[in-house]
């Protein structure tokens, strides 16, 4: 019997669309009958479309305007403003995921981080009709200023997870975590709050990292680099995903270049703006090339001899797999990349994590310099997430 899947890719840069689309493939293998449909925003969407999946028309009404808007030249994102000033969106946004799901009576639905979607689901369970799954990678927000606002603000997000628990979430609507449950902080997630780690042993299944490709096909940089069509000069490659967040990061490297090219006179520095950044426009210097949006950027991550990108999980978990030198930069104000994301990379000793504002275009130069082309040994990792989360998934629905 064909069963109909809603399956929200709640990222709002490219962030989780892989590892969705990884999820989405797996599940196709446990049940070939399902009926997949996809809800998102740009550029998602157009990753799944290019992918070949069915995105419901809905999906192009929802925008990230207020992250654009945000977003600055300083390498820095204000999770906590953002959550302020998209509360009133959030619930809207929550009423039209219910009326979606009742118009094309869906069977199931699966939620990558769909935060409105939990969100409503807290405060109304009774309008859950359809059983489905959430899936997470960090468990608690902070406040990263001293705003009396942020505080609060982290507190009151954080209430959410709190009130999940104690109401005791309903079997048929599961949680999975990609990770594992060390990942998740031990302490409480604010005043009067439930341990964060307690909340995480209730509710989820961990599964592990999700890695979307197979890291034992990259293990020869030299060949990659030729078949992408690099040289055989060291390779500098600077990304920063799918919003405008980390724009000054491509400046910074384009800076730093001619610093590093006096050391490494043959080195080579790619940027990768993504679908948000596009090439022409940042001033860059002689011998720095600029790409917009490449498909497949972790065989580019593969060839390179450095990487310097944003402190997203994804890209440095890929970075990691790769066993690939890379230089990360947190998104300051952001919980998630200064706290989470770092540290998982520690616990797997990966990566050199540096501070945007604190980094002058000559020190970047001396930390790039001293890890084009190091040999790295990163600790190993379970990457089989995106597999043992479909079979959490087809047991489910």
């Not at 157009?46 to 945000?70: M, S």
């Not at 096909?217 to 990304?239: H, S, T, V």
């Not at 940027?271 to 720095?288: D, H, M, R, T």
């Amino acid at each position: 019997m064909t069963k109909k899947i809603l399956y929200i890719s709640g990222s709002i840069g490219l962030g989780h669309v892989f590892r969705d689309l990884a999820v989405a493939r797996e599940l196709r293998k446990l049940r070939p009958e399902i009926d997949l449909y996809w809800l998102a925003e740009p550029p998602v969407t157009q990753v799944l479309a290019e992918a070949g999946e069915k995105v419901l028309p809905d999906a192009y009404a929802f925008n990230n305007e207020l992250v654009n808007k945000l977003s600055g030249s300083e390498n820095q994102f204000n999770v906590m403003q953002f959550f302020h000033l998209s509360k009133d969106s959030t619930m809207k946004t929550f009423e039209e995921d219910m009326k979606i799901i009742k118009r094309e009576n869906f069977d199931f639905v699966i939620a990558d981080e769909a935060y409105e979607l939990s969100t409503g689901y807290i405060q109304y369970p009774e309008k859950f009709e359809k059983p489905g799954i959430m899936m997470w990678d960090f468990v608690k927000w902070y406040s990263m200023t001293n705003s009396p606002m942020d505080r609060i603000a982290a507190w009151v997000i954080n209430r959410f997870y709190d009130k999940g628990y104690k109401m005791k979430q309903r079997p048929e609507f599961l949680s999975i975590f990609f990770g594992e449950l060390e990942d998740i902080p031990d302490e409480r997630l604010g005043l009067f709050l439930i341990n964060a780690r307690d909340w995480g042993r209730e509710f989820c299944t961990f599964v592990g990292y999700p890695i979307h490709f197979n890291p034992k096909q990259y293990n020869n940089p030299a060949e990659i680099k030729e078949r992408l069509g690099y040289g055989k000069e060291p390779l500098i490659l600077c990304a920063i995903g799918g919003t405008r967040v980390g724009v000054g990061l491509l400046d910074l490297c384009a800076r730093a270049y001619p610093l590093i090219k006096k050391e490494v006179p043959n080195v080579r520095m790619v940027l990768v703006g993504g679908p948000a950044v596009q090439p022409g426009s940042l001033e860059l210097p002689n011998g720095v090339v600029m790409h917009g949006y490449l498909p497949k950027l972790y065989e580019h991550f593969a060839a390179c001899d450095l990487a310097i990108v944003l402190g997203g999980g994804s890209t440095t978990l890929e970075l990691t797999v790769l066993k690939r030198p890379f230089i990360y930069f947190p998104l300051e104000k952001h919980s998630e990349q200064m706290l989470s994301v770092s540290h998982v990379l520690e616990k797997h000793r990966a990566g050199v994590k540096m501070l945007f504002s604190k980094t002058t275009p000559e020190m970047l130069a001396k930390e790039a310099i001293s890890n084009i082309g190091k040999k790295v040994e990163y600790l190993d990792m379970p990457i089989d997430g995106c597999k043992k989360a479909a079979e959490v998934i087809a047991k489910s629905i």
